[in-house]
Structure formats: structure tokens, C-alpha cells
């Protein structure tokens, strides 16, 4: 049996795109133990006793990140105790100091038809992230939805229903390890994205550079951004889909045979 362990809910997109899609497409129990492999995703501290006296008992210890938090001591002793290491970006693994497979995030919402007509702006994320989007405020026409003050409340069915509305959506530059996942989601709804230079997603068919030029761009060619759109859907659905990812996961969790 595999379980996978994490500490919070559905509100986080740690539980959501590194344990609830995942357990879904592996057939996977969640927080059940004992199990014969426990993916252990976003540890946190108490959890290190609980990952120790498991593998005491015959368990597989697998360590998932998303984050690079590894100056955290729980973070560096359960890299330490693990069996495997698995992270969600090429970018991430090269921070580890042991090796590590990569799992890519795959998406949760549904794949909408090209929508890029005007120049409905939107940026949605975790406050945490909302620096990213500070230079840009003064765009017309832009929503947030973030946890942030004076932001749309954030939850994923407003994620959703902004979505459905926005002509494009903003993807400035945050920290280079992290994962692609707000992208996928832009592009399944059907969203023009504009994004700057990041290495998860500068091989992906969508804008890539100056965020205003791009902007200007689509609302000058909304016929060639859809083409654009349509493009970049067909490449998430090839390489970012649930089972691209649980494929990756079958082909990380067999070394532990």
C-alpha cells in the first residue's frame, strides 16, 4: 500500500497537485498509515519521528519538496533518513544535495476553448508570490486573486471563475525553482498567457518576455493568440497530464523494489 502524508488540506496547492491528484491516479491512500510506502509531501517537523519509527517497521521512506525550505533542520533530516527523494522541477532537483526524481505537477481544472478576445488582465497566486506582480498594478483592467489584502479572496473555484472571464493572464518571474502548475491551469482555461523567462515553462508555446509587449501583442492578434493557446493546450496535455505525472511517480517508486 502507498499513502501519501501532508499536513494540510485542499486549500494548499502542496495537498492538491503533490498528494490528492497523485493518490487518485496511483490508487493511493491519504495520511493512512502504516503503509509499505509513505510519500511524506512538504514535510514538516513532526513528522520526522513518525517517517522514523515507519521505516524502524519495514516502511519505505519517500521525501516529496516543492519548495526549497532546505536550510529547515526537518527539511535536512528527512533528506538524511529517506529512501528516495522526489521534487516537483528539474531546477529544484539541482538544489538537493543527494539525487532526486522529478515528479512534474500535472493540472486540476478543465480544458476550455481559446478565449482571448479584449484585455481582461489576470494574475492569481499566493500572497508570498504577489512581489512578482507589484510592477505591474498599474495595468488597466487587471484582477488578483491571492490571499493578499484588497485581492479577490482566493479559493480554487475563484481561480476558476476568474479564469473563465480574463483574456490573459500574467506569469512575471518568480523564484526559478518553482513549479508550473498556475500556467497549466491558465492554458487548460483557455488563456492567453504572458509570461517572463523562467526555466519551467521557457520551452512552453505562449509569450515569453516583456509582459506589456505581450499584453499589446494579443490584444492587437486575439485570432493568433488563440492559435497560440490551442498550441500550448496540446503541449500540456502531452507532457504535464495526471498520467505523464503517475508515470513518472510508477517509474520513481519502482526503484524501491
Known sequence: MISFIHAGGPQMASYR???QIPAKSLDAEINQYPADILIF?????????????????????VADFCDDHFGQPHYQEMLRIADLVTCATPTLAERIARPAYVVPDTYELEELEPHCGGARLLWFGHKLNSYSIAPFLDLPDLAIVSNTQGAI????????????EADIVLMPATAAYKSPNR??????????VVAEPHPAINDFPI??????????????NPSKANEMTKVAQAFVQKFYSPAIQAAAWRTALATLN
Open 41 to 61: 509531501a512538504k514535510p514538516m517537523p513532526n513528522e520526522i519521528e513518525l517517517a522514523r519509527r515507519a521505516q524502524a517497521d519495514g516502511s519505505k521512506i
Open 153 to 164: 479572496p482566493w479559493s480554487v473555484t475563484a481561480v476558476e471563475c476568474e479564469l473563465r
Open 207 to 220: 509569450w515569453i518576455g516583456d509582459i506589456k509587449e505581450g499584453i499589446e501583442w494579443a490584444k492587437q
Open 17 to 19: 497537485y503533490r498528494v
Open 183 to 192: 500556467t497549466l491551469e491558465a492554458i487548460r482555461m483557455g488563456c492567453f
